[in-house]
Nanobody
Framework: QPQLGESGGGSVQAGGSLKLSCAAS????????MAWFRQAPGKEREGVAT????????IYADSVKGRFTISQDNASNTLYLQMNSLKPEDNGMYYC??????????????????WGQGTQVTVSS
């Protein structure tokens, strides 16, 4: 059973940076989708960035393009999200997600089967 565990969240002032990590285990596939989502209080969970393992292709939400970078360490299957120039609107719980069925790695929540417990990001103005 695949397991995901996020870390790296915290509090930062606007303009600052954070790097989130997602440790993934319990699978052997080399071609799969992983993604970062976030959810602010009272709002729906939204896709932030996706990564296709095995190919390295990425997708970013318009709101984070140029500021966030998704990447993966192949040796450890750890997914990262480098977040720069953070804004108060980036506040929320950030979740790591994975799916091993193949296909296009889009940003819809229904695309992903496995989820981590989340890590909180707080950006103050």
């Amino acid at each position: 059973q695949p397991q995901l565990g996020e870390s790296g969240g915290g509090s930062v002032q606007a303009g600052g940076s954070l790097k989130l990590s997602c440790a993934a285990s319990g699978f052997t596939s080399s071609n799969y989708c992983m993604a970062w989502f976030r959810q602010a209080p009272g709002k729906e969970r939204e896709g932030v960035a996706t990564f296709r393992a095995g190919g390295g292709s990425t997708i970013y939400a318009d709101s984070v393009k140029g500021r966030f970078t998704i990447s993966q360490d192949n040796a450890s299957n750890t997914l990262y999200l480098q977040m720069n120039s953070l804004k108060p609107e980036d506040n929320g719980m950030y979740y790591c997600a994975a799916d091993f069925r193949g296909g296009y790695c889009d940003t819809s929540t229904s695309r992903y089967v496995y989820w981590g417990q989340g890590t909180q990001v707080t950006v103050s103005s």
